[in-house]
């Protein structure tokens, strides 16, 4: 069982970065894959990044490849997202989740459990 809290949300304008956290509950975080999706108002949930249990491999959208970077620390429990040159079509609530199956990175319906989700709206 495991328990996530998303932060770092907010508004900014196009262009700008910020740098979402997720932290996770438990002693054995290392044995899960994570990921981060998002959900703008009347679309459905879009996978955005994913992170390998050691971290050695990560897996993007191609929508946010170059300006995001995921990244985690098994020490602390912690899974980050850097999300540079953001833009209006960025907007969403985001979601951080972790699942124990190490196949279909992407796929939402594959995750065991999420976090409440943070909200990030850009600006033009």
């Known amino acids: 069982q495991v328990h996530l809290v998303e932060s770092g949300g907010g508004l900014l304008q196009a262009g700008g970065s910020l740098r979402l956290s997720c932290a996770a509950s438990?002693?054995?975080?290392?044995?899960?894959?994570m990921g981060w999706f998002r959900q703008a108002p009347g679309k459905e949930r879009e996978f955005v990044a994913a992170?390998?249990?050691?971290?050695?491999?990560?897996y993007y959208e191609d929508s946010v490849k170059g300006r995001f970077t995921i990244s985690r620390d098994n020490a602390k429990n912690t899974v980050d997202l850097q999300m540079n040159s953001l833009k209006p079509e960025d907007t969403a609530v985001y979601y951080c989740?972790?699942?124990?199956?190490?196949?279909?990175?992407?796929?939402?319906?594959?995750?065991?459990?999420w976090g409440q989700g943070t909200q990030v709206t850009v600006s033009s």
């Open positions: 989740a972790a699942k124990s199956s190490v196949v279909y990175y992407s796929a939402y319906e594959r995750y065991d459990y």
């Open positions: 992170i390998s249990r050691s971290g050695g491999s990560t």
């Open positions: 438990g002693r054995t975080f290392s044995t899960y894959v």
